[in-house]
């Protein structure tokens, strides 16, 4: 005769259907790949620069020896391909598709390597966004890849929602602008996070200041920073101020990101390189 319940799921060996521990939905990802760490870039709303930081991030690990892979989930607004100037599609074979990879090494997929034309539109539901998604995951052979950086499209809908469920993340990369509105986007990727029990690895400002080429004087282009009482109030690392600098967005639309030299994200560097030693 069956035991009878006590609804104590934690010390319970068997499942029923009242079972009220939480199921992982974690997926595998293909049979050949080798990913050590798996980071996302997210941010609560669009164009404060999370490709920028994602491909910035991965050029700097790239530096230190660390073979480097880009997921591109932005799947209706891809641009990494353009920043690292690649082109050309995903080969593949039964046991799955590959990679391209950069002048630099960094390996890459995204959806514009699939596009016969890259300004052609993917007008698709949100499931379906979110399957491709997947696929990035599970059918791409991600070959000893040490850091797998994933630029995620805005918000916190399917896509986050996906990530967030079927890769097992070390950690994610807050992106920022110093608008004051932004506090209350980071609050939204900061429960986000919580909600699916993901690690803050720390957050990054983008378009922080315009230095002036003739007298060095920085300009607040879009008013004062928040940052500091943005990290304080949610107990986040500031990994990073990023400049608005022409040089820099130049040598993007240009697909010369792997020159940029990019020093102020130096200790979101050294936090990840610290990690690996724990």
């Known amino acids: 005769m069956a035991e009878e319940c006590n609804h104590d799921c934690s ?12 199921k992982s939905f974690y997926e595998e990802p293909n049979e050949l790949s080798k990913i050590r760490h798996a980071i996302a ?10 490709s920028l930081v994602t491909g910035l991030l991965s050029v700097l690990m790239s530096r230190k020896g660390r073979h480097v892979g880009i997921m ?29 990879s950069s002048a ?3 390996d890459i997929v ?19 966004i979110s399957g491709v998604v997947k696929q990035f995951w ?8 040490d850091y797998l950086f994933i630029d995620m499209p805005p918000g916190t809908g399917d896509v986050p929602l996906t990530v967030m469920q079927s890769i097992k993340l070390d950690g994610i990369v807050i992106v920022t602008s110093p608008q004051e509105l932004v506090s209350m986007i980071v609050e939204k990727a900061v429960k986000m996070a919580s909600v699916m029990k993901v690690p ?6 983008n378009m922080s200041y315009f230095e002036c080429p003739d007298c060095g004087k920085q300009h607040k282009i879009y008013g ?7 990290a304080k109030e949610y107990n986040l690392d500031i990994l990073g101020r990023i400049p608005i600098q022409p040089s820099l967005a130049a040598k993007c639309d240009a697909g010369q990101i792997e020159t940029v030299e990019a020093e102020f994200l130096q200790d979101a560097v050294e936090k990840l390189l610290a990690a690996e030693k724990k």
């Open 72 to 100: 591109d989930a932005d799947i209706t607004g891809p641009s990494v391909p353009k920043m690292f100037g690649i082109s050309g599609e995903i080969i593949g074979n039964q046991a799955g598709a590959y990679p391209v």
């Open 138 to 145: 599970q059918d791409v052979i991600w070959n000893d890849i």
């Open 11 to 22: 010390s319970c060996g068997t499942t029923c259907g009242e079972d009220t521990r939480r």
């Open 104 to 106: 630099g090494g960094i």
């Open 200 to 205: 803050i690895l720390g957050v990054v400002e």
């Open 224 to 230: 004062e920073s928040h940052l500091e009482e943005i």
């Open 110 to 128: 995204s959806m514009n390597l699939f596009l016969e034309n890259t300004s052609d539109p993917v007008v698709w539901r949100g499931p379906v």
């Open 41 to 50: 870039v997210v941010s609560g709303k669009g164009g404060v620069g999370k």
